[in-house]
């Protein structure tokens, strides 16, 4: 059972726009940073997101992130099967004095 | 170019230690913080553990907690997990990660070394 919460699956057909919810509480995302994780089959995760909404170099900006209270969005927009993987959110925990991930979300696009 | 490559995982029975190793290249490696992160076969990512630049400051994952170490070699650019009373639910292919902004922002990732135990 993971701290923070996201639906196993989501999906959608290419071109279109998903978005991927990420629940916690307020000793995590409620008060700290999150970020997003994208996972292709057999390859490390690869960050997307950091800082609720940032980009790092070379991330493009069909993918974005925002957060509210205790809840975190990761938004992918203009789909392409290439976008298939597995999207992980992550935050510190401050009463766990731990970092906490989602237990993942398979993107399948249609 | 940033480069982290994880050794020394394998098969180990219950019980039995391993130390994984993590060698940093293409940048400052004693400016960063440094951390585990493990996924089990066909499960979620874990985070396992982080340690501060000069190594003074370290966090573990409660499961791992009194069984497991994380350390640091600045002058051989290398990261170390120690890994001592291993169980079965500690298989996972376990990731080396450089931390960057904040403490839970991985920018880069090891391969991984694949950690099996079983007897």
């Known amino acids: 059972q993971s701290v923070l919460t996201q639906p196993p699956s989501v999906s959608a057909a290419p071109g279109q726009k998903v978005t991927i919810s990420c629940s916690g509480s307020?000793?995590?995302?409620?008060?700290?940073?999150v970020s997003w994780y994208q996972q292709l089959p057999g390859t490390a995760p690869k960050l997307l997101i950091y800082?609720?909404?940032k980009r790092p170099s070379g991330i493009p900006d069909r993918f974005s992130g925002s957060k509210s209270d205790t809840s975190a969005t990761l938004g992918i927009t203009g789909l392409q099967t290439g976008d298939e993987a597995d999207y992980y959110c992550g935050t510190w925990d401050s009463s766990l004095s731990a970092g906490v991930f989602g237990g993942g979300t398979k993107l399948t696009v249609l | 170019e940033v480069h982290l490559v994880e050794s020394g995982g394998g098969l180990v029975q219950p019980g039995g230690s391993l130390r994984l190793s993590c060698a940093a290249s293409g940048f400052t490696f004693s400016s960063y913080w440094m951390s585990w992160v493990r996924q089990a076969p066909g499960k979620g990512l874990e985070w396992v553990a982080n340690i501060k630049q000069d190594g003074s400051e370290k966090y573990h994952v409660d499961s791992v907690k009194g069984r497991f170490t994380i350390s640091r070699d600045n002058a051989k650019n290398s990261l170390y997990l120690q890994m001592n009373s291993l169980r079965a639910e500690d298989t996972a292919v376990y990731y080396c990660?450089?931390?960057?902004?904040?403490?839970?922002?991985?920018?880069?990732w090891g391969q991984g070394t694949l950690v099996t135990v079983s007897s």
């Open positions: 800082d609720n909404n």
């Open positions: 990660a450089r931390v960057w902004s904040t403490v839970t922002t991985f920018d880069y």
């Open positions: 307020s000793s995590n995302i409620g008060n700290n940073y």
